[in-house]
């Protein structure tokens, strides 16, 4: 049914070319014998009349009559159509089927004979020609596509033949084989196949012929133009008939893969070199957390994926490298994408093994960091066999000690350090003395075993962090690192000479040889290896021609100064055992009264050649070799013994104090020697006084307070002594457990001429008095010392002005005197009993 609310079909508009006026008339009739579908009639008599129609009306079909007043035959359809696509029907006179044919060929519609034929026959042919005309107009369309998508296509489109010949290849394929459309065209797909390949496509091609299969995949090569190789995949379709199903034509889309083949070989070959290589390979993503790693990296360090999946390779650190080393390598892997060096990890089992890494970061297209892929192997063996052979290369094969090529690298080391670091080296050259004489009567063999003996003795007589080194014979050197001065030069020559001249026991044959030691100091002798050596090696000579068995420096007076002070060392040594150290004592006196309320135990030296040695030229040498110790302990032994004597005499109030050094008070058994000290004697605690300076108490390093506390515990009294020269503050001191601070010497001595010292006297019994402790001045020597002094008041005086210190009988009987000092303004003395 007809849409009732659909307007009037619009009408067609039809242009008659005809100069016969009666066949136009009769044309017209025909198309308005239809009123339900009507034509615009619009009529022109010579055919440039009809072209001017065409430009001013819009016209939806064209009669044409071929035999007009300015134009005939097929010229008029051409011309028609050059000016115009609007569809035409030819009218000819006489059913000329040639004349129509080629009237079609040449873009006609359709043609009708005049006079033959009816109105309708007109109408369904000009219907015919305008669906005509759209459906040619769509396929020049759908043709003018196609061709644009042919020639345009990015991949390749080649029509062939069922037998295999090129009909038309497109731009893209030509592009790929570098033959011309022309050229393929002329060729079969197997004149460009690679042999190889030729067999499976005709195999799968003849499968499609025969109806087996519609259409195929198939990945080979092309031998292109210039003789190169491209693979190709193709996807290959059948066209066939409608009517039989017989095959017209086969298409193929041909996919260019050469470099996708390359990366899949590339891959491939990856994979089997990641799967099969002898180096660890491990992968991880951007945050350095291991995803992938290959069975070589589970042989070298023992650990599987699933140990290690998600772990970063510190995992595997072993602990040798510093975290600057790791930063480093960070930092060079971010700045260069890549890093390569010498690393030591830890396998699974916690041994230790050197590795070379090589390190490469992976970019995306953003160049944006995904993945490190870490490549390592296992050099362990190889380093083994380096430092073998450099152990060889330096040391000395018999003695195992660094030959002279390692000695000159490590004295040069040595003076760089020593030069950085402001400090001393000392470098020792020595010869074996009577050594060719052993060799000559024991042999060679006896002389080998000598030298390695040797070199066994002078490693044991130097430092771990110094060196020893065998240059050639009997020759050897020893460089002394952070010595403090020449002293230290000569107390280890002192040692090899007494090493060397004990006799060697040379599988039971004795033998007994010397040294001569030279000694050469950088900075003070040379400031250069060689020069260094040279002066070593000429002091050497001189100890050898001068006795043997000896040491010589390169300085006479600091040859001098060394040995005089290991002269003393050693004489202060034997002084302990021999009691060459006596006490002697030195009252302390009551301020206020003028009675002795304590005596300070003062250390000295009776030696038998010089006499008696004051302790400012002993004491600094037993602090410094720890013979303060020993020397010490007899101090505390005696003056205890000796306080209990004078107990016993009836003193009873009498204090006797002992000095303590900083290194008697780091001691760790200070505390059990005091105690068994005092236990010895069967003295009182309270009877003992020891004067710990002040800079021990202050030490940070030391838990002072803790130490004085047991003391306290104990029984002991504690003064400070030295008190003003460090730093201690009232708070600090309100911690401390002390009866008494001893002002520092040096303020008493300076009290009259500087007005400060005399202000920090104030200041320090000001505090003492806040903490309700005694206050001690010592080292009093003339009178205008005391008369400054007395104003302030201090509980006890001491010094040179009221009584030299004495022995121990004749400080007994300095206390039966009873007698006060004319330099103090004595009250009633009361009785020490």
Known sequence: MSNPSAGPPTPLSVLVIEDNPGDARLVELYLREDPSRPFKVAKASRLSDGLETLQTQPIDVVLLDLSLPDSFGMETLARLRAASSVPVVVLTGTADEALALEALRQG??????????????????????????????????????????????????VLST?????????PAFCAMVGYSDAELQALNYRDITHPDDIGRHTDLRDAMMAGKIDNYDVTKRYIVRDGRTVWARLTVTAVRDSSNGETRYTVAVVENVTERKRLEDHMRLAATVF?????????????????????????????????????????????????????????????????????????????????????????????????????FSDITSR??????????????????????????????????????????????????????????????????????????????CVRQGDTVARLSGDEFTVILEDIVEAHDGAVVAHKILTAMSTPFDLQGREACISSSIGVALYPGDAGDPQSLVKLADAAMYRAKHQGRNACRFHSE???????????????????????????????????????????????RWLHPEIGLVMPNQFLPLAEETGLILPIGQMVLDAACLQAKEWLDQGFSQLRVGVNLSSRQFRAPDLMENVAAALERASLPPGILELDVPENCVTDKTQ??????????????????????????????????????????????????AEPEDAEIITAIIAVARGLHMAVIAPGI?????????????????????????MPAAEMTQFLRAGQCPPALACRDIPELT
């Open 108 to 157: 006609a519609q359709d043609y009708l004979v005049k006079g033959q034929g009816d109105g309708e026959l007109v109408r369904r042919s000009i219907r015919y020609a305008i669906g005509r005309s759209q459906a040619d107009a769509e396929l020049r369309g759908s043709e003018a596509r196609f061709r644009a998508l042919f020639d345009n296509a990015g991949t390749g489109v």
């Open 162 to 170: 069922p037998s295999g010949e090129y009909v038309h290849c497109n």
């Open 275 to 375: 799967e099969n290589t002898g180096e660890g390979l491990f992968i991880t993503d951007d945050k350095h957390r291991i995803i992938h790693i290959n069975p070589a990296f589970t042989d070298l360090t023992g650990f599987q994926l699933e140990d290690v999946l998600g772990k970063t390779p510190r995992m595997l650190s072993s602990g040798r490298h510093t975290p600057d080393f790791y930063d480093h390598m960070t930092d060079i892997l971010n700045k260069t994408g890549k890093w390569q060096g010498e690393i030591w990890n830890r396998r699974k089992t916690g041994e230790m093994f050197a590795e070379w890494l090589n390190i490469a970061a992976v970019r995306n297209e953003q160049d944006q960091i995904t993945n490190y892929v870490a490549v």
């Open 383 to 460: 380093k083994q066999d380096e430092e073998r052979l450099s152990y060889q290369a330096n040391h000395d094969p018999l003695t195992r000690l660094p030959n002279r090529t390692l000695f000159q690298e490590r004295l040069s080391r040595a003076l760089t350090r020593a030069n950085r670091a402001q400090s001393n080296v000392a470098l020792l050259f020595i010869d074996l003395d009577h050594f060719k004489q052993v060799n000559d009567t024991l042999g060679h063999l006896a002389g080998d075993f000598l030298l390695q003996q040797v070199a066994e003795r002078l490693t044991a």
């Open 557 to 603: 007076t600091i040859n001098a100064q060394a040995f005089e002070r290991l002269a003393l060392e050693g004489a202060l040594r034997h002084a302990l055992d021999r009691q060459e150290f006596v006490l002697h004592y030195q009252p302390i006196f009551d301020g206020r009264t003028g009675a002795v309320v304590a005596v300070e135990t003062l250390l």
């Open 703 to 752: 838990d002072a307070s803790g130490m004085l506390a047991r003391f306290k515990a104990l029984g002991v009294n504690i003064a400070i002594d030295d008190f003003g020269s460090g730093y201690s503050s009232f708070a600090f001191l309100r911690r401390l457990p002390t009866n008494a601070l001893k002002i520092d010497q040096g303020f008493v001595r300076n009290v009259v």
């Open 781 to 805: 020597e003339t009178e205008e010392q005391m008369a400054a002094l007395a104003k302030f008041d201090c509980d006890m005086v001491q010094g040179f002005l009221f009584a030299h210190p």
